[in-house]
T-cell receptor, first 114, second 115 residues
């Protein structure tokens, strides 16, 4: 049973295209996150939702739009893809957001923009 | 301040050696939690350990142990008798309330264990 799953695992696309990454968790958690890992392995938060409500929105271009249809799903839509968007995107989830909670990560989606 | 430093960019050891990964961070909070994650070559992020700032007693779990020192804001992680399967990137992520509802990761330490 996969706890946090992401689709697709790999995504290769051309500049200017629009793409979506889906994330689902079956842990019963209330909070979900999107992180970006660049080519140098730096990991940084992008967004966080708590029970479908946006609670963290870091300095991310507005070409990136998260959507949470329910608390078990958090999707990431990217418009007008640019070369610099190439990275690995990780979804994570945790019990209600708090500094004491462990975040569990999905397998990552490797995005390559050509 | 949200600063997490893993000064060791890369460490190479021979199998069965012990290895310690360093992590230093900045926070004004006195109560917080700290995490270590592992990223093997396959790419996923695996949760390893979580501990709180209340108790500075060092802990051991199997081949893993960690040394937390609040006075120096350090949270070091030791693997005893390393194995080739331990080869991975290791990330430290302290999580004090002042960092907000997010993990702030260090830059990671690449560990290579050779047979």
């Amino acid at each position: 049973d996969t706890a946090v799953s992401q689709t697709p695992k790999y995504l290769v696309t051309q500049m200017g295209n629009d793409k979506s990454i889906k994330c689902e968790q079956n842990l019963g958690h209330d909070t979900m996150y999107w992180y970006k890992q660049d080519s140098k392995k730096f990991l940084k938060i992008m967004f966080s939702y708590n029970n479908k409500e946006l609670i963290i929105n870091e300095t991310v271009p507005n070409r990136f739009s998260p959507k949470s249809p329910d608390k078990a799903h958090l999707n990431l839509h990217i418009n007008s893809l640019e070369l610099g968007d190439s990275a690995v995107y990780f979804c994570a989830s945790s019990p209600p957001a708090g500094y004491q909670e462990t975040q569990y990560f999905g397998p990552g989606t490797r995005l390559l923009v050509l | 301040a949200q600063k997490v430093t893993q000064a060791q960019t890369e460490i190479s050891v021979v199998e069965k050696e012990d290895v310690t990964l360093d992590c230093v961070y900045e926070t004004r909070d006195t109560t917080y939690y700290l995490f270590w994650y592992k990223q093997p070559p396959s790419g996923e992020l695996v949760f390893l350990i979580r501990r709180n700032s209340f108790d500075e007693q060092n802990e051991i779990s199997g081949r893993y142990s960690w040394n937390f020192q609040k006075s120096t804001s350090s949270f070091n992680f030791t693997i005893t008798a390393s194995q080739v399967v331990d080869s991975a990137v290791y990330f430290c992520a302290p999580h004090p309330p002042e960092y907000g509802n997010k993990l702030v990761f260090g830059a990671g330490t690449i560990l290579r264990v050779k047979s």
